[in-house]
């Protein structure tokens, strides 16, 4: 069995290996405010801090000024933790993952899925094993109150 551990860390030092849908980011930014709440951690590689899922709640947690962002942490290269690729005739590896972000030649968005092999041998997705944490803006926020956020184009 894979295991995790929930940590709080800076915005700034996640690193993003797919860009973001526009359309997606607004949506989740609607609902997150709507909420006042982050209900779940974002997936992310212990090692290197690369967001394995959790890209589009990261940018609305960066818009919103939070200083914090929950995250839940993996072994990325754990035997585990499989690759999935959207477009089947391409290969796409852990450390193909690895360098998009940190040299910030992202991958389109939802070009990856991350997929976590149960006790029983099945591949779920890696969003199954992310803390849920129903977590207020106010507590992740600078001091204690979100800022005004900043326009999004």
Same mark, same amino acid.
């Given at each position: 069995m894979i295991s995790t551990r929930l940590e709080f860390v800076r915005p700034s030092e996640l690193w993003e290996h797919e860009e973001v849908d526009p359309g997606r980011l607004q949506? !989740?930014?609607?609902?997150i405010k709507e909420e006042g $709440?982050? &209900? *779940?951690?974002?997936? $992310?590689?212990? /090692?290197?801090?690369? $967001?394995l899922d959790g890209v589009h709640r990261l940018n609305v #947690? *960066?818009?919103? /000024?939070c200083m914090r962002v929950p995250v839940c942490l993996f072994d990325y290269m754990s035997e585990e933790i499989v690759v999935r690729v959207a477009d089947r005739k391409k290969m796409i590896s852990k450390e193909d993952v690895i360098d998009a972000a940190l040299s910030g030649r992202k991958?389109?968005? *939802?070009?990856?899925?991350?997929m976590v *092999? !149960?006790?029983d041998g099945v591949l779920k997705h890696i969003s199954? +094993?992310? &803390?849920?944490?129903?977590? =207020? #803006?106010?507590?992740?926020?600078?001091?204690?109150?979100?800022? =005004?956020?900043?326009? +999004?184009?």
């Open positions: 949506e !989740t930014l609607r609902i $709440v982050l &209900k *779940r951690s974002l997936a $992310v590689d212990s /090692r290197t801090l690369v $967001v #947690l *960066r818009r919103l /000024r991958f389109p968005p *939802r070009t990856t899925w991350h *092999r !149960t006790d199954c +094993m992310e &803390k849920e944490i129903r977590s =207020p #803006l106010i507590t992740l926020s600078a001091e204690g109150a979100i800022q =005004p956020e900043r326009e +999004m184009t």
